[in-house]
């Protein structure tokens, strides 16, 4: 075990050097990071949990956060997401995971989009409106490094609709994630959003930014589990009750870090209570509480062989009017 203890820490040490020295070399009118919708976080379950799934990544919404985690899908999964925020600014997200013997392949959406008025003067109907926003698409693939250690990478396309231009580019997710105390104690480690946006050479305009948002994610997660019999199934099955997870979120280009705690509570492996708290070191609505629940069942009949799970987080937002709520759904078949 302390061997490959070591192997993973020297391992993170050299990702977070090489990232570091890419986040210096980026230029120096980079400004602002494009793209901002990709730093929404996808997914209820993780949310629900104050945003720190990074270490824990055991199941489909792990290809938004560490593609690394998609070792655990045994067979398929699929999952959605619809997030409604403020100013009536909408985020969704679909995930699909499938199993090729020991590599597992993704492929993966976000985005988010809002409508925003045109007036020349005060009135009540607007003059006219457009739709901004953006979203990219992704192809994740992850494979095991032995018994306790995964790795896993996601390519995404970027597109960017900004009122009279459309901006194009591209990105990868890198993701490690290594187990140890008999798979209780989870650490893993992320690049996200390393990339670069196109220049537009019709319309011969500079880009609104360069860069999308660069940024690393560390975490860990601590489970317990213990050993149960299932009617009609041969042997234990083994269930997690509690989930205590930590992640640390460092943007390069434009944002302070972040800091990620939360607790997930499974009862009789069918409801989960979920809490979480994010602390930034600058202002974001986000900051402070979350609280999350979750509801999971097999299917009946010739649903049988199907897994539905239905998660839900809430977030209250203090600066503003509306608060944010993310539903989502898991299949896992």
Do not use: C
């Amino acid at each position: 075990m302390h061997k490959s203890v070591v192997v993973a820490v020297l391992t993170i040490a050299l990702l977070l050097t090489g990232a570091h020295s890419f986040a210096q070399d980026l230029s120096d009118g980079a400004g602002t990071a494009g793209a901002a919708f990709l730093k929404i976080e996808p997914g209820s379950r993780p949310v629900g949990m104050g945003g720190a799934f990074t270490g824990l990544a055991n199941d489909i919404n792990t290809i938004f956060w560490n593609p690394a985690g998609l070792t655990t899908i045994q067979t398929r999964a699929l999952t959605a997401m619809q997030h409604f925020w403020v100013a009536d600014i909408s985020s969704q997200s679909i995930g699909y995971a499938q199993r090729l013997n020991d590599i597992v392949w993704g492929a993966s959406l976000v985005g988010s989009f809002t409508e925003v008025q045109r007036r020349t003067g005060p009135s009540e109907t607007p003059d006219s409106a457009v739709t901004v926003g953006g979203f990219a698409t992704g192809l994740s693939l992850a494979y095991p490094l032995g018994k306790s250690s995964s790795i896993g990478g996601t390519a995404k396309f970027i597109s960017q609709q900004l009122d009279i231009q459309n901006v194009y580019g591209a990105s990868v997710d890198f993701g490690l994630i290594t187990h140890f105390l008999d798979n209780r104690l989870g650490l893993g480690f992320t690049v996200q959003n390393a990339g670069v946006f196109f220049e537009d050479s019709e319309r011969d305009e500079d880009l609104p930014s360069e860069y999308p948002p660069l940024a690393l994610r560390a975490g860990f997660a601590y489970r317990l589990s213990k050993e149960v019999e299932i009617e009609g199934e041969e042997g234990m099955q083994q269930h997690e009750l509690w989930a205590f997870v930590a992640d640390a979120h460092l943007p390069l280009i434009d944002a302070n870090p972040s800091f990620h705690f939360g607790v997930e509570r499974w009862f009789y492996d069918i409801i989960a209570a979920r809490i979480g708290y994010r602390i930034g070191l600058n202002d974001n609505p986000n900051d402070g509480l979350s609280i999350g629940i979750g509801v999971k069942k097999k299917g009946l009949d010739s649903l049988a062989n199907v897994g539905f799970q239905f998660d839900y987080a809430f977030v209250p937002q203090t600066d503003f009017e509306s608060n944010s709520h993310r539903i989502s759904i898991i299949t896992r078949f």
